[in-house]
């Protein structure tokens, strides 16, 4: 079985530039969650998607931030414009319908981003 | 908001000897998971614990919940060199359906 994918996996660009960031969940996992680790905090949740329907964005910093998951399937995360507080590693993580706090969340291994 | 406290946050020890490291929160979590990170990977899951007081083996990884929820420990029985990597509780919430992570625990076991 595949596991989540992520790419790119880095990613330099310049502030005030527009940046996506796609993942790949497991297939059939309805859930599909977006963390982030910014340098020398804890990873924080950003969004939860069930199927295509974003079920929690709580976490979501700000309007520069759009995430989509059109059809259910993959997951697109567009930073626009870009800042440099922007810059960490944004993790993809995924999990079957019907998951209870006893079931652990698959991850991807991220996307480095870089802001300058 | 909920906060996950791990201690300590950085440790390099010879590999044979014993570690605990610390997970501690003033909220109360449904159930913690313990997950390993390496670098250049994302986190993978460890265990996870439920009920309160609970206790689970995994080798030579003993997990342990605190009886009110609110708390874990993760101890290691002689470390080896492939223990090394960041290790991260992290609570979840039922209702929310996310995960609160804790400040993570950088793991060096050398020779």
């Known amino acids: 079985e595949a596991g989540v994918t992520q790419f790119p996996s880095h990613s330099v660009i310049e502030k005030g530039q527009t940046v996506t960031l796609r993942c790949d969940p497991i297939s059939g996992h309805d859930n599909l969650y977006w963390y982030r680790r910014v340098m020398g905090k804890e990873i924080k949740f950003l969004l939860h998607?069930?199927?295509?329907?974003?079920?929690?964005e709580s976490g979501m910093p700000n309007n520069r931030f759009l995430a989509e998951r059109t059809g259910g399937t993959y997951s697109t995360l567009k930073v626009q414009p870009a800042e440099l507080e922007d810059s960490g590693v944004y993790f993809c993580a995924s999990r079957p319908y019907g998951m209870t706090g006893r079931d652990g969340y698959t991850f991807g291994s991220g996307t480095r981003l870089t802001v300058v | 908001t909920q906060l996950l406290e791990q201690s300590p946050q950085f440790l390099s020890i010879q590999e044979g000897e014993n570690l605990t490291v610390y997970c501690n929160s003033s909220s109360v979590f449904s159930s913690l998971q313990w997950y390993r990170q390496e670098p250049g990977e994302g986190p993978v899951l460890l265990v996870t614990?439920?009920?309160?007081?609970e206790v689970k083996k995994l080798k030579r990884l003993t997990f342990q919940f605190g009886d009110a929820r609110k708390d874990s420990s993760l101890h290691i029985t002689a470390a080896q060199t492939g223990d090394t990597g960041l290790y991260l509780c992290?609570?979840?919430?039922?209702?929310?359906?996310?995960?609160?992570f804790g400040t993570g625990t950088q793991l060096k076991v050398e020779l």
């Open positions: 614990v439920v009920t309160g007081g």
């Open positions: 992290a609570g979840y919430t039922g209702g929310g359906n996310k995960l609160t």
């Open positions: 998607f069930v199927k295509e329907s974003k079920q929690d």
